[in-house]
């Protein structure tokens, strides 16, 4: 029995720490899991600042987007993560300005902790055009 979901960790990312996918897809649906602040090689930029941070998780959600073969444009929900409120108007103009005209649903939440110390996580929703090839 083969399964109907396509589990798939980004080479260009650091392997993932826990039981889980960087990426799971089932048909033109791809969700992209919570995105920490990592460098490549898995070392958290938890003492850098929120905008370092952001920079960082929004180069490995672009990694993800590449990996699956999808644009900005295909994302169809983004869930923002923050330790800090108050930072959230730097968070945003970050995102902002890396996503462009492009505003898929989004939900943000002020979280108490974040794991290794982080100040912010993001996940999302991919959605592609069904190729009936």
Not at 19 to 44: C, E, R, W
Not at 121 to 129: L, N, T, Y
Request: with cysteine; aromatic share 6%; glycine share 6%.
């Amino acid at each position: 029995m083969t399964s109907h979901l396509t589990l798939q960790n980004i080479d260009a990312l650091s392997s993932p720490g826990g039981h889980y996918s960087h990426v799971v897809t089932a048909n033109n649906m791809s969700f992209i899991s919570g995105l920490l602040p990592l460098d490549k090689q898995g070392n958290p930029l938890a003492n850098k600042p929120v905008e370092a941070q952001i920079t960082q998780v929004l180069e490995n959600l672009n990694t993800c987007l590449l990996g699956i073969n999808a644009k900005k444009t295909d994302i169809a929900q983004v869930k923002v993560y923050v330790t800090d409120i108050n930072e959230w108007p730097v968070v945003n103009e970050l995102y902002a300005k890396w996503i462009g005209e492009h505003r898929p649903a989004r939900l943000v939440a002020g979280v108490k902790e974040l794991h290794f110390g982080s100040k912010i996580e993001i996940e999302a929703v991919v959605i592609k055009e069904q190729s009936y090839e």
